[in-house]
C-alpha cells in the first residue's frame, strides 16, 4: 500500500498478528492456546501492539519471564529513547507485597519484552516468574508502541 502526499509518502504500512511466546529463564511457561494472539500495526519503524495472554501451565519456571513481540525493538537512537516503558496489566499473579507497578521493559535489539515490577523504593527489577502457579485466572495484558529497525 502507499499512500502519496506530496514529497511524504507511507510506504511501509502492515498489519497482522502473531502467536505469542513465553518463555522463563528457567523452567518452561505455556499459554492458553487460545488467549495467546497479538496483534499489531507497523507504520515504518514505529510499532503498535496489543497484547492478552493466559498462562495455562508452568514447569519448574524461575527468573526472568520474556513474552514474544513480532519485531526486533531498534538498536539505535539516543538514550535508550527506541525503548519503550510500557505498563503491564496482571491479573491473579502473586507479586511482592512492595511491589506499587508492574511494566514491560523491551531490551535492545530484541523480540521481547520483559515483565518487570516496580517497587514503592521507585527501582524496578524483573519479576521472578516462580510466583506464577498456572491457575486458569493468571493474565497478562498490555499495549505498546516502540521502534523496530525491520
Known amino acids: 500500500m502507499s499512500i502519496y502526499f506530496g514529497s511524504n509518502e507511507l510506504d ?8 505469542i511466546a513465553a518463555t522463563a529463564e528457567n523452567g518452561t511457561i505455556t499459554l492458553n492456546s487460545n488467549i495467546n494472539t497479538g496483534a499489531y500495526v507497523k507504520v515504518g519503524s514505529l510499532v503498535h501492539v496489543s497484547v492478552r495472554v493466559n498462562i495455562s501451565a508452568v514447569s519448574s519456571q524461575s527468573g526472568y ?17 527506541w525503548a519503550s516503558i510500557f ?3 496482571t491479573s491473579h499473579i502473586n507479586l511482592p507485597n512492595d511491589a506499587i507497578s508492574t511494566m514491560g521493559e523491551p ?4 523480540a521481547y519484552v520483559n515483565f518487570m515490577v516496580q517497587y514503592d523504593a521507585g527501582m524496578w527489577t524483573p519479576v521472578n516468574c516462580n510466583a ?12 505498546a508502541t516502540y521502534i523496530t529497525d525491520a
Open 132 to 143: 506464577i502457579t498456572a491457575s486458569s485466572h493468571e493474565y497478562i495484558s498490555f499495549t
Open 12 to 19: 511501509d504500512f502492515e498489519e497482522g498478528t502473531w502467536t
Open 107 to 110: 531490551w535492545i535489539n530484541t
Open 65 to 81: 519471564l520474556r513474552l514474544s513481540l513480532p519485531f526486533a525493538t531498534s538498536n539505535t537512537g539516543p538514550d535508550q529513547s
Open 87 to 89: 505498563p503491564l496489566y
